[in-house]
């Protein structure tokens, strides 16, 4: 390797481990010479469909471009949606009868989002088990405002690892407080989508989606991924500025499906960027300054190093060396100042109906590297499970393994208690769907039953008189105590949001908020 090649790797190696230190001697800059070449990387890319779809899978796969007879309501004219009969604010009214004490009862709703199931011999050209979920103009318009927003910050990425990254993040912030999708149903609604992370989606989705707690905003989450993938090949805005964006298609293999081809020419063994990687200016090389990855020769794919180009070189005087040794000889002698207490915590999906964990792993530690949140595996302590003084070197990636939805044939009443709480909350139905449901009292042949609903069974000669008692009905019960573990980081109250404290509150984020590493989430 050329001289200036490892001068650059040493350079930048020095000043990543010292600026770790807390204490003791502190590496200076050299001096400045005005000889030395700056390396000037582009300072812009584009987002386009290869770099996402890497990541992310095929945007194409996200487009519903055959609406079908049973959507009465948008149309697609091969390049721009459209809606029938003015369907601004709804796609339909729903309308419900109950009876109370024999009093009948109308009520209607309007309907902003509506998701299908293609089954077999579907018209939609869709494989079974894909939804298709369409959306009112009004929220159509605002999700193709929340797209061209998201595209426009993630396209001065450089890296493809970051467009997705950064398109995801847009997702997950969207789908919170003030986000286009807010008001346009309840999160039990979103809970009951079944759209899922891709099994074979890259890490980059699933750790993403794996640190969002709220079971209702993971769905919105990988519902604005598809929509965001979806605006990145749509036809643009007219001249009216009108092109909704309408429906989507999430695939029956979930978001962020990718392929499973290699394409990468690279040796296994030459794909992590070391000392020993090629030169990215030589001529067996040629790789760009943006992707820092070699177009040709025997390296091709393989990350490679930036150098400085013609010149003279710097040379620091011997005072600079002897700092840089001071700074070593502190190291040897305090080893411990290079240590530091991570900072995690533990985070599960917990158990399913079945008793096993909904997800694979069981549990995981949610751990702060570098100001990025990752994923990685516990240890073997029951008390302390993410305890570690410094990080694994492996992280790992969760799966959903509970089923949701489908027939419910069995379930069980549950009282849920916490040590945080004086009293044990109401009594309430948990089902094999994997769903929480409220607790119901009938009458069947003269005998009065308390049960689960949903498993309700009705003798054929039954009538149901009216209620013996015109008490209310006992409320469903309150949510989980979720208290918020220890040092928990936020930036706002919405970051704690997820979380419910013992007397039933949202806990805030600690005065002053705004820096995430030193305000937490508080009761």
Same mark, same amino acid.
């Given at each position: 390797?050329?001289?200036?090649?490892?001068?650059?790797?040493?350079?930048?190696?020095?000043?990543?481990?010292?600026?770790?230190?807390?204490?003791?001697?502190?590496?200076?800059?050299?001096?400045?010479?005005?000889?030395?070449?700056?390396?000037?990387?582009?300072?812009?890319?584009?987002?386009?469909?290869?770099?996402?779809?890497?990541?992310?899978?095929?945007?194409?796969?996200?487009?519903?471009?055959?609406?079908?007879?049973?959507?009465?309501?948008?149309?697609?004219?091969?390049?721009?949606?459209?809606?029938?009969?003015?369907?601004?604010?709804?796609?339909?009214?729903?309308?419900?009868?109950?009876?109370?004490?024999?009093?009948?009862?109308?009520?209607?709703?309007?309907?902003? @989002?509506?998701?299908?199931?293609?089954? $077999?011999? &579907?018209?939609?050209?869709? #494989?079974? =088990?894909? !939804?298709?979920? *369409?959306? +009112?103009?009004?929220?159509?318009?605002?999700?193709?405002?929340?797209?061209?927003?998201?595209?426009?910050?993630?396209?001065?990425?450089?890296?493809?690892?970051? @467009?997705?990254?950064?398109?995801?993040? $847009?997702? &997950?912030?969207?789908?919170? #407080?003030? =986000?286009? !999708?807010?008001? *346009?149903? +309840?999160?039990?609604?979103?809970?009951?989508?079944?759209?899922?992370?891709?099994?074979?989606?890259?890490?980059?989705?699933?750790?993403?989606?794996?640190?969002?707690?709220?079971?209702?905003?993971?769905?919105?989450?990988?519902?604005?991924?598809?929509?965001?993938?979806?605006?990145?090949?749509?036809?643009?805005?007219?001249?009216?500025?009108?092109?909704?964006?309408?429906?989507?298609?999430?695939?029956?293999?979930?978001?962020?499906?990718?392929?499973?081809?290699?394409?990468?020419?690279?040796?296994?063994?030459?794909?992590?960027?070391?000392?020993?990687?090629?030169?990215?200016?030589?001529?067996?090389?040629?790789?760009?300054?943006?992707?820092?990855?070699?177009?040709?020769?025997?390296?091709?794919?393989?990350?490679?190093?930036?150098?400085?180009?013609?010149?003279?070189?710097?040379?620091?005087?011997?005072?600079?060396?002897?700092?840089?040794?001071?700074?070593?000889?502190?190291?040897?002698?305090?080893?411990?100042?290079?240590?530091?207490?991570?900072?995690?915590?533990?985070?599960?999906?917990?158990?399913?109906?079945?008793?096993?964990?909904?997800?694979?792993?069981?549990?995981?530690?949610?751990?702060?590297?570098?100001?990025?949140?990752?994923?990685?595996?516990?240890?073997?302590?029951?008390?302390?499970?993410?305890?570690?003084?410094?990080?694994?070197?492996?992280?790992?990636?969760?799966?959903?393994?509970?089923?949701?939805?489908?027939?419910?044939?069995?379930?069980?009443?549950?009282?849920?208690?916490?040590?945080?709480?004086?009293?044990?909350?109401?009594?309430?139905?948990?089902?094999?769907?994997?769903?929480?449901?409220?607790?119901?009292?009938?009458?069947?042949?003269?005998?009065?039953?308390?049960?689960?609903?949903?498993?309700?069974?009705?003798?054929?000669?039954?009538?149901?008189?009216?209620?013996?008692?015109?008490?209310?009905?006992?409320?469903?019960?309150?949510?989980?105590?979720?208290?918020?573990?220890?040092?928990?980081?936020?930036?706002?109250?919405?970051?704690?949001?997820?979380?419910?404290?013992?007397?039933?509150?949202?806990?805030?984020?600690?005065?002053?908020?705004?820096?995430?590493?030193?305000?937490?989430?508080?009761?």
């Amino acid at each position: 390797m050329a001289p200036s090649s490892i001068w650059f790797f040493a350079s930048v190696m020095l000043a990543t481990v010292t600026s770790a230190l807390p204490d003791g001697p502190k590496i200076t800059p050299p001096p400045a010479n005005p000889n030395i070449l700056a390396i000037n990387p582009t300072s812009s890319g584009q987002i386009g469909i290869n770099p996402v779809t890497s990541d992310l899978g095929d945007p194409y796969s996200y487009v519903l471009t055959k609406l079908g007879s049973s959507n009465p309501v948008v149309t697609w004219d091969g390049s721009v949606y459209h809606y029938i009969e003015g369907h601004t604010n709804y796609l339909t009214v729903e309308t419900k009868t109950t009876t109370v004490n024999n009093v009948p009862t109308t009520t209607t709703s309007t309907v902003k @989002v509506s998701v299908e199931t293609a089954a $077999a011999g &579907s018209d939609t050209g869709q #494989e079974v =088990g894909a !939804l298709g979920i *369409t959306f +009112s103009k009004d929220i159509a318009d605002n999700l193709r405002k929340a797209a061209e927003a998201a595209i426009q910050k993630c396209r001065v990425t450089r890296k493809r690892s970051d @467009v997705a990254s950064c398109l995801i993040e $847009a997702a &997950s912030s969207a789908s919170g #407080e003030g =986000g286009p !999708l807010e008001g *346009t149903a +309840s999160d039990a609604f979103w809970e009951s989508i079944t759209a899922e992370v891709a099994e074979n989606a890259s890490s980059v989705l699933k750790d993403a989606i794996a640190v969002i707690q709220s079971q209702a905003r993971k769905k919105k989450t990988l519902i604005l991924v598809a929509v965001f993938l979806t605006a990145t090949v749509l036809e643009g805005a007219g001249d009216n500025d009108d092109n909704p964006l309408a429906a989507i298609n999430i695939p029956a293999a979930g978001v962020g499906s990718t392929t499973n081809e290699d394409k990468n020419t690279c040796p296994p063994e030459k794909r992590e960027r070391t000392k020993n990687s090629p030169p990215c200016d030589d001529s067996d090389c040629k790789g760009p300054h943006d992707t820092q990855r070699c177009t040709e020769g025997e390296n091709k794919d393989c990350p490679c190093l930036l150098r400085a180009g013609g010149g003279p070189k710097q040379v620091p005087d011997q005072s600079w060396w002897d700092e840089q040794q001071a700074v070593i000889t502190s190291v040897i002698a305090s080893p411990e100042i290079l240590t530091a207490t991570a900072d995690c915590f533990v985070n599960s999906d917990g158990n399913a109906f079945d008793g096993k964990p909904a997800a694979t792993p069981a549990s995981w530690c949610v751990c702060d590297s570098s100001g990025t949140l990752r994923l990685y595996p516990t240890n073997d302590s029951p008390s302390s499970p993410c305890s570690y003084v410094a990080l694994p070197t492996t992280t790992v990636s969760v799966s959903l393994t509970a089923p949701h939805g489908g027939k419910v044939t069995s379930c069980r009443i549950e009282s849920y208690t916490a040590d945080t709480l004086t009293t044990t909350l109401e009594p309430y139905c948990t089902c094999n769907d994997n769903s929480m449901y409220p607790i119901d009292t009938w009458t069947d042949n003269g005998s009065q039953t308390t049960g689960c609903t949903p498993t309700r069974v009705t003798s054929p000669s039954t009538t149901t008189p009216p209620p013996t008692s015109s008490a209310s009905p006992p409320p469903p019960p309150p949510p989980p105590v979720d208290e918020p573990p220890p040092n928990t980081n936020c930036r706002n109250n919405e970051d704690c949001s997820s979380y419910t404290c013992s007397d039933g509150s949202k806990p805030g984020c600690g005065a002053g908020a705004g820096d995430p590493f030193s305000h937490f989430c508080v009761c």
